[in-house]
Nanobody, 124 residues
Framework: QVQLVESGGGLVQAGGSLRLSCVAS????????MGWFRQAPAGKEREFVA?????????YYADSVKGRFTISRDNAKNTVYLQMNSLKPEDSAVYYC????????????????WGQGTQVTVSS
């Protein structure tokens, strides 16, 4: 079992920055590929944002955040980060981190564990 706890969300003006953190407890953190996903209100589906391999050597991004967001991890601290720069109102959503024991995935349903989410609101 892996428990994931996100933090770092908040209210920021357009063009600003936030850094999300996700701390994992339980089984060996470095055994899991990690990802960030987000879900906007009004019934939208959860969507892929970024993912990182077990070692941190490979990263993947949604086209909508490429060049603005950076995913990283510190296996010694059992933590994955999402640095978000040049934020836009359309980035507003609940952001979730997820863990996958097998592969990096952009598909929400293929993850094994989820955090509770942290709200990001970007004002125009």
């Amino acid at each position: 079992q892996v428990q994931l706890v996100e933090s770092g969300g908040g209210l920021v003006q357009a063009g600003g920055s936030l850094r999300l953190s996700c701390v994992a407890s339980g089984r060996t953190f470095s055994s899991y590929a990690m990802g960030w996903f987000r879900q906007a209100p009004a019934g939208k589906e959860r969507e892929f944002v970024a993912a990182i391999s077990r070692s941190g050597g490979n990263t993947y991004y949604a086209d909508s955040v490429k060049g603005r967001f950076t995913i990283s991890r510190d296996n010694a601290k059992n933590t994955v980060y999402l640095q978000m720069n040049s934020l836009k109102p359309e980035d507003s959503a609940v952001y979730y981190c997820a863990a996958n024991a097998l592969v990096i995935t952009t598909t929400p349903s293929r993850n094994d564990y989820w955090g509770q989410g942290t709200q990001v609101t970007v004002s125009s």
